[in-house]
């Protein structure tokens, strides 16, 4: 079976910037697949591209192996999408607005209405149904694109930054809505800032940048990468930083009386730290590990090299 998702060598120049720079990568049927990346990374050129709002230069690109320029309504009329920027039309009531587009994809008048029903009691804002887009909250514009992507009932649904500004109640309840569609077999594609987002609902992240993916992975696995700290608290202060042979530590310090132990795999040493502090006869009152965060791992990875060299370098 053809992956949700596949693209080779996918190219998109605008002017001078190459927004898209030979973008390669899949995603299987039914996965929850992120994609993070900083401003300007071409997380939304290239969902563009997928949905036919812009024309690729080069390479290929295919949902569920359709074509997207070649094969446009069979792969158009599979995707749901939420965009990042608002493009609703404004005059009609937005139960109609749904129906419209219900229609437009080929859904007959009845079914259209049920949908629509359907899909604004899905995001919560049924009670608003005959207001125009405009006169919406902020939040509820958000959930209302969310509507509208569902109104279809796409076999793939992308959401660019759907929870970008709104509240931690929304936030909550769109990931609740998005999970029990992906638990019923829709593929997901979302891009997202909040790295949180994208560790808590994703099976896999691709991490784009410069229109390249820089990695594919899954989230624990990049996780990993980072360095964790454990924090162990002694019954009392060391005269000194107590010297520890236990693989994996890459730093110690002392902070009053808690020794900070930089690490990789932090979960695996903790027990040898404990072990070995004990053997040196230290009294260990309490311990503490910190995971490294996928923000972290990620920042290291996008990181530009003004960011990277703060101070510049002048030769
Ligand atoms: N219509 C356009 N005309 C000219 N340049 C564009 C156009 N659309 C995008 N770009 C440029 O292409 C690059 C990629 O933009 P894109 O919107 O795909 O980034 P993004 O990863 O979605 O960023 P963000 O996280 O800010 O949403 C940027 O440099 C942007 O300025
Ligand atoms: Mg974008």
């Not at 070649?70 to 995707?79: K, L, M």
């Not at 992308?158 to 999970?179: C, K, M, S």
């Not at 992240?205 to 594919?216: K, L, N, T």
């Amino acid at each position: 079976m053809d992956p949700a998702i596949r693209t080779d060598g996918l190219r998109k120049a605008y002017g001078d910037v190459q927004a898209l720079d030979g973008l390669t990568f899949e995603v299987d049927r039914g996965e929850f697949f992120g994609l993070l990346g900083p401003n300007g990374a071409g997380k939304t050129t290239f969902i563009n591209v997928l949905v036919g709002l812009v024309r690729k230069d080069g390479g290929t690109a295919e949902v569920f192996g359709f074509d997207v320029e070649g094969e446009y309504r069979q792969a158009r009329d599979r995707i749901g999408l939420a965009p990042q920027e608002f493009n609703v039309d404004r005059f009609f009531p937005i139960h109609e607005v749904l129906e419209h587009k219900a229609g437009y994809h080929g859904v007959p008048q009845g079914e259209a209405e049920r949908r629509a029903e359907e899909a604004l009691k899905t995001v919560g804002i049924w009670e608003k149904r005959d207001t125009r887009f405009d006169w919406l909250s902020g939040g509820m514009k958000r959930r209302f694109l969310l509507a509208r992507a569902l109104v279809t009932e796409p076999e793939l649904l992308i959401l660019d930054e759907p929870t970008a500004g709104v509240d931690v109640q929304l936030r909550r309840d769109l990931w609740r809505v998005i999970e029990r569609l992906n638990a019923g077999g829709t593929t997901i594609l979302l891009t997202t800032h909040y790295i949180e987002e994208a560790e808590r609902l994703c099976d896999r992240v691709a991490i784009v940048d410069s229109g390249r993916i820089v990695e594919v992975s899954t989230p624990d696995e990049l996780r990993s990468r980072g360095t964790d700290q454990v924090h162990l608290t002694l019954s009392e202060r060391p005269a000194a930083v107590p010297a520890l042979d236990v693989e994996g530590v890459v730093e110690t310090r002392l902070e009053g009386s808690t020794l900070v132990v930089t690490a990789q795999g932090g979960g695996t040493v903790a027990p040898d730290l404990l072990r070995e502090l004990e053997y040196e006869g230290y009294d260990v009152l309490d311990l503490d590990i910190r995971r490294a965060s996928l923000e972290e791992v990620f920042v290291d990875m996008t990181r530009t090299d003004e960011a990277a060299e703060p101070m510049g370098v002048i030769q």
